[in-house]
């Protein structure tokens, strides 16, 4: 912790890459955890020294969250091809668990930063968001949940009190809502505002849900998220020492795994909402973790998708309040 505090405290800002872990998924189409950081800095959003390889998590702090035994079981590479095929990582292989350590790593490493470190009081993973990863199973492309993990960090190491989960993806956090349940009844709070009609099937039980109807296009879609952060606004103000933000773009039209119609700057908008929330409720850090968005060959470009992903990343290192 010294040696990221010394580190750290030069920079307004921070974010934490795990592109050198990430594996194609084709030949010379680089994946969007590799292309956005790129983009990034030749946008000129982001200085290049703001963008830091994540440290693994610890064995010991994934198990204190998860169940040792399935914690176990993928290192080791003993799951099911099933279980695997749940999760979206078959088969089986050391660098994908390589990858796995270095992400769930940089959402601690982030939440960290934002709570010591920047003088902005923000931080990004640019990866994360595991919220479909429950105790003892994956799912979803999450194998273990970053969110909660780094929340029960700083909740061991008494740094904070209360954490609030606000998850704008368009599938429900259903794996954060479980775990929190289980792990932090009382020191958490968790936001999920998703596609009623899409993946899980079986919703969990967030703190506030909020169900959206498919096709939902900007006007509506900002006009929904800004009455329930008003809703959070009086429910917490002055209870939360940190927000954990999983700011999924697949909420944008044409997502292929998406079934609502937000334009790219409806997404820009959502997240200075976001940011201006946390400045309303007494300037709270903020980690932002990049969550869901789905490429398709001919409707919806990764270059968009990584294009939405870049301007989170804009908005929160360089929005102005």
């Given at each position: 912790?010294?040696?990221?505090?010394?580190?750290?405290?030069?920079?307004?800002?921070?974010?934490?890459?795990?592109?050198?872990?990430?594996?194609?998924?084709?030949?010379?189409?680089?994946?969007?955890?590799?292309?956005?950081p790129?983009?990034?800095?030749?946008?000129?959003?982001?200085?290049?020294?703001?963008?830091?390889?994540?440290?693994?998590?610890?064995?010991?702090?994934?198990?204190?969250?998860?169940?040792?035994?399935?914690?176990?079981?993928?290192?080791?590479?003993?799951?099911?091809?099933?279980?695997?095929?749940?999760?979206?990582?078959?088969?089986?292989?050391?660098?994908?668990?390589?990858?796995?350590?270095?992400?769930?790593?940089?959402?601690?490493?982030?939440?960290y930063d934002?709570?010591?470190?920047?003088?902005?009081?923000?931080?990004?993973?640019?990866?994360?968001?595991?919220?479909h990863?429950?105790?003892?199973?994956?799912?979803?492309?999450?194998?273990?949940?970053?969110i909660?993990?780094?929340?029960?960090?700083?909740?061991?190491?008494?740094?904070?009190?209360?954490?609030?989960?606000?998850?704008?993806?368009?599938?429900?956090?259903?794996?954060?809502?479980?775990?929190?349940?289980?792990?932090?009844?009382?020191?958490?709070?968790?936001?999920?505002?998703?596609?009623?009609?899409?993946f899980?099937?079986?919703?969990?039980?967030?703190?506030?849900?909020?169900?959206?109807?498919?096709?939902?296009?900007?006007?509506?879609?900002?006009?929904?998220l800004?009455?329930?952060?008003?809703?959070?606004?009086?429910?917490?103000?002055?209870?939360?020492?940190?927000?954990?933000?999983?700011?999924?773009?697949?909420?944008?039209?044409?997502?292929?795994?998406g079934?609502?119609?937000?334009?790219?700057?409806?997404?820009?908008?959502?997240?200075?909402?976001?940011?201006?929330?946390?400045?309303?409720?007494g300037?709270?850090?903020?980690?932002?973790?990049?969550?869901?968005g789905?490429?398709?060959?001919?409707?919806?470009?990764?270059?968009?998708?990584?294009?939405a992903?870049?301007?989170?990343?804009?908005?929160?290192?360089?929005?102005?309040?």
């Amino acid at each position: 912790m010294q040696q990221l505090t010394q580190q750290a405290k030069k920079h307004i800002f921070t974010c934490y890459s795990s592109a050198k872990f990430s594996l194609a998924i084709a030949p010379q189409k680089p994946h969007k955890h590799v292309k956005v950081p790129e983009m990034l800095t030749e946008q000129e959003i982001i200085p290049i020294n703001e963008i830091f390889t994540p440290k693994p998590i610890s064995i010991d702090l994934l198990k204190q969250v998860h169940d040792p035994i399935y914690v176990d079981k993928f290192i080791n590479g003993t799951m099911s091809d099933k279980e695997l095929r749940r999760m979206g990582f078959s088969p089986w292989s050391e660098k994908i668990v390589e990858r796995v350590f270095h992400t769930i790593g940089a959402t601690k490493c982030a939440a960290y930063d934002a709570l010591l470190n920047t003088t902005n009081k923000r931080s990004c993973n640019l990866a994360g968001g595991g919220h479909h990863s429950f105790y003892d199973k994956g799912g979803g492309y999450c194998v273990w949940n970053d969110i909660i993990i780094a929340g029960h960090s700083l909740l061991v190491d008494g740094l904070i009190r209360k954490y609030l989960v606000i998850d704008l993806d368009v599938h429900q956090g259903d794996g954060t809502a479980s775990l929190a349940a289980l792990h932090h009844d009382k020191q958490s709070f968790t936001f999920s505002m998703h596609n009623e009609n899409n993946f899980p099937l079986r919703k969990e039980k967030s703190n506030l849900d909020v169900p959206l109807k498919d096709g939902i296009e900007d006007e509506e879609y900002l006009r929904i998220l800004n009455e329930n952060l008003k809703i959070l606004e009086q429910e917490l103000k002055g209870k939360i020492d940190i927000i954990f933000y999983q700011s999924g773009v697949d909420i944008m039209k044409g997502d292929r795994f998406g079934r609502l119609k937000v334009s790219l700057q409806g997404v820009k908008r959502r997240d200075e909402m976001v940011l201006d929330f946390a400045k309303t409720m007494g300037d709270i850090p903020i980690i932002s973790m990049m969550g869901g968005g789905y490429f398709d060959e001919d409707k919806h470009p990764i270059e968009l998708v990584c294009q939405a992903h870049v301007n989170t990343v804009d908005v929160m290192r360089n929005y102005k309040i």
